[in-house]
């Protein structure tokens, strides 16, 4: 028992389940444990809405660049150096005083990684998922988030190959700021259409 | 980082998910067979009350996986189960502190 203890504690079932296909795959030559490395802390450290909120400010501030993001979201996306899985086509849509976006994945989880990192556990969620599409505005509201009963509201559903980044409005009295003072106005929540910019981003998502 | 606080909550979630997007990204696959088969496994989940939580979403990844790697005919289910019991024996017969390692395998 506990007190002949001479062996290490056993993994979790889970945790054996991915070292055995990740020691299999090592072997054919199918996985690199270097890359592998990498690509977390790609993940973890290197992408993220900061890239987004880059994008947003210069289309803001640049109508030229944002005409090109809307025309083609992931070349204007790649002038900036944000390219890679997750973002083989971004489609951006803009937020106007008629129309207000917001993005789903009632499949998955897709989502524009290059822009935004991986997505928050509530846009993965079940309760997002299915109530995103069929009462917006309530899911909006539970963020905060109140869109006027004349502006149009349009969810976008992504999909493996479709991504979509929502240019929010700019708030009221940005317009002299620069760049760098407009990142601090727009939250990953804004680039998915359930929270306005300047509005601030809780840490609890609602929809949960 | 993200403005959430970590995006995996354990190592195996960084580890299954890396093990996926460097497999796509080397061509060994489509993004949208990937989706397919996690959006099924997803609405599993989601039918069986399953469908919130990053360790839910996980376990659905890993699943997924596991399913491609059959279907591509990369790693066969067989193969996966034997190669897990050999971790398990190896964790099992490694004295404390010992770094585990496979028999017969450097």
């Known amino acids: 028992m506990a007190h002949d203890h001479d062996h290490n504690d056993p993994p979790s079932d889970t945790v054996l389940r991915v070292k055995a296909l990740e020691s299999l795959l090592v072997e054919k030559g199918l996985v690199d444990p270097e890359t592998l490395d990498t690509l977390v802390d790609r993940f973890e450290n290197r992408i993220g809405p900061q890239n987004g909120k880059a994008v947003v400010a210069k289309a803001w501030r640049d109508p030229d660049y944002k005409a ?18 997750g973002g083989e086509t971004i489609v951006a849509v803009e937020n106007t005083d008629r129309v207000h976006n917001m993005v789903v994945c009632t499949l998955c989880s897709c ?18 998922r299915a109530r995103a599409v069929r009462e917006p505005r309530k899911v909006l509201e539970e963020f905060g988030t109140h869109i006027p009963a004349d502006v149009e509201v349009r969810v976008w559903d992504s999909t493996a190959e479709t991504r979509y980044l ?5 708030p009221l009295g940005s317009e002299g700021m620069s760049e760098e003072q407009l990142k601090e106005l727009i939250s990953r929540d804004s680039m998915i259409g359930v929270r306005l910019a300047g509005a601030g981003q809780p840490n609890t998502g609602g929809a949960s | ?33 990937w989706a397919d088969i996690f959006g099924a496994e997803i609405e599993k989940a989601t039918r069986q009350g399953r469908g919130c939580g990053n360790s839910d979403y996980y376990m659905c990844w890993l699943s997924a996986f596991e399913k491609l790697m059959n279907e ?17 024996d190896a964790h099992l017969h490694t004295p404390h502190g010992e770094p585990v390692m496979l028999k017969g395998r450097e």
């Open chain 1, 68 to 85: 090109r993001l809307l025309e083609d979201g992931t070349k204007a996306v790649a002038e900036l150096g944000y390219s890679g899985a």
């Open chain 1, 111 to 128: 989502y524009p990684w290059p822009v935004l990192g991986l997505p928050p556990v509530w846009y993965k969620s079940a309760p997002y």
């Open chain 1, 166 to 170: 929502v240019i929010p409005k700019p």
């Open chain 2, 1 to 33: 980082m993200d403005e959430d606080g970590p995006v995996f909550d354990e190592p195996w979630q960084a580890q299954a998910f890396a093990m996926t997007v460097q497999m796509h990204e080397a061509g060994y696959f489509e993004w949208a067979e």
């Open chain 2, 72 to 88: 591509k005919q990369f790693v066969s289910e067989p193969e996966r189960n034997k190669r897990k019991q050999d971790w398990l």
